[in-house]
């Protein structure tokens, strides 16, 4: 397993951004996917945005296209998340988590895809 830990969450305006960081540790980082997920109070964990191992392939939730940004940076070992144009719906417990399978070409949305999980950060965005 991969051991992940998430930074930059906080308190921010409607409108404002933030960008998240996820670094990791353990197996090759380089060799497999990442996905950002979030759960809000009373909601089920939902995919927020992922990217596949070598960085090239992307995917998003529609509720964040156009705002959010996944990367990686493999020599750091870190995945990120820039948040722009926040909304009060954005408010959430934001985690980071691995895909264990290697070299995946696509991004997968699915939570039971990935075995490895940080121990989220918080995202409060007031109105």
């Known amino acids: 397993q991969v051991q992940l830990v998430e930074s930059g969450g906080g308190l921010v305006q409607a409108g404002g951004s933030l960008r998240l960081s996820c670094a990791a540790s353990?197996?090759?980082?380089?060799?497999?996917?990442m996905g950002w997920f979030r759960q809000a109070p009373g909601k089920e964990r939902e995919f927020v945005a992922g990217i596949n191992w070598s960085g090239r392939s992307t995917n998003y939730a529609d509720s964040v296209k156009g705002r959010f940004t996944i990367s990686r940076d493999n020599g750091k070992r870190t995945v990120y998340l820039q948040m722009n144009s926040l909304k009060p719906a954005d408010t959430a417990v934001y985690y980071c988590a691995a895909d264990p399978s290697t070299y995946r070409a696509v991004v997968t949305t699915a939570s039971r895809d990935y075995d490895s999980w940080g121990q989220g950060t918080q995202v409060t965005v007031s109105s």
């Open positions: 353990g197996r090759t980082f380089s060799s497999y996917a």
